[in-house]
C-alpha cells in the first residue's frame, strides 16, 4: 500500500487559511469516509485532529474542518496561528483492517 | 486522562530480536483495538498493526508481516510488539496508538529503536 500523497510545505499568514491536499486510490480515501488527520509537533506524538473525513474531536479547535471529494481529502485551517506550525498528515482506511498515512505537509506560519 | 508509556527501545545489531510494551492507563483498555505506528527520524508515520481487544484478530503492513508480532495482556493493561529479524530500516520511533474507531484517537510518546552494527 503506498503512501497518501500530500504536498511537502503549505504556508501562510496570521490570520489567513490554508488548505491541505490529501490524495489516495479507489482502494482506500475513495473507497472509505474513514479519513483521519493529525498534527505532530517536533519531538511530539500526533495528536488526532479530525476523524471520519470531517469530525472533530471534543478539544480540537472549529478552526480545522475536513473534506472529501473522490480519492482526495482535505484539511483547512482558518485563522492560522503560529502555534500551527507543525507537520500535518492524513490517514485513510485502507480495507481489511490496514491503514494508510500521508506522506507528511509542514505547515509554516509566515 | 489517557496515558499510553512506550518501553524497550535500544540499539540493536541487525538481525536481532526486541520486545516493545506500552503501558496504557486512564482507559478502559479492554474496550479499544491497539495499533503500532513507527516513525523513521526525520520521516513521516508508517501504520505497522493492530489487535482487536480481545486478540482475536491481529494485522500487519507488508513490510513487518512475518516479522513482527502484536500481543496484548488485558490483566496488565499492556501491548506488546515482538520484533524480529530486525533491519537497519527498523531504525524508528514506535509508538503505540488506541484506536474505538477507524482512526487513533490518542498515542503515546514513542520509544526509539535503533538498530545498528
Known amino acids: 500500500q503506498s503512501a497518501l500523497t500530500q504536498p511537502a510545505s503549505v504556508s501562510g499568514s496570521p490570520g489567513q487559511a490554508i488548505t491541505i491536499s490529501c490524495t489516495g486510490s479507489t482502494s482506500d480515501i475513495g473507497d472509505y469516509n474513514y479519513v483521519s488527520w493529525y498534527r505532530q509537533h517536533p519531538g511530539k506524538a500526533p495528536r488526532l485532529l479530525i476523524y471520519d473525513v470531517s469530525k472533530r474531536p471534543s478539544g480540537v479547535s472549529n478552526r480545522f474542518s475536513g473534506s472529501k471529494s473522490g480519492n482526495t481529502a482535505s484539511l483547512t485551517i482558518s485563522g492560522l496561528q503560529a502555534e500551527d506550525e507543525a507537520d500535518y498528515y492524513c490517514a485513510s482506511y485502507t480495507g481489511s483492517s490496514t491503514y494508510v498515512f500521508g506522506t507528511a505537509t509542514k505547515v509554516s506560519v509566515l | 486522562e489517557v496515558q499510553l508509556v512506550e518501553s524497550g527501545g535500544v540499539v540493536v545489531p541487525p538481525g536481532e530480536s526486541l520486545k516493545l510494551s506500552c503501558a496504557a492507563s486512564?482507559?478502559?483498555?479492554?474496550?479499544?483495538?491497539m495499533h503500532w505506528v513507527r516513525q523513521a527520524p526525520g520521516k513521516g508515520l508508517e501504520w505497522l498493526s493492530l489487535?482487536?481487544?480481545?486478540?482475536?484478530?491481529?494485522f500487519y503492513a507488508d513490510s513487518v508481516k512475518g516479522r513482527f508480532t502484536i500481543s496484548r495482556d488485558n490483566n496488565k493493561n499492556s501491548l506488546f510488539l515482538h520484533m524480529t529479524t530486525l533491519r537497519t530500516e527498523d531504525t524508528a520511533f514506535y509508538y503505540c496508538a488506541k484506536s474505538f474507531d477507524y482512526y487513533f484517537d490518542d498515542w503515546g510518546q514513542g520509544t526509539l529503536v535503533t538498530v545498528s552494527s
Open positions: 486512564g482507559f478502559t483498555f479492554d474496550e479499544y483495538t
Open positions: 489487535i482487536t481487544w480481545n486478540s482475536v484478530a491481529t
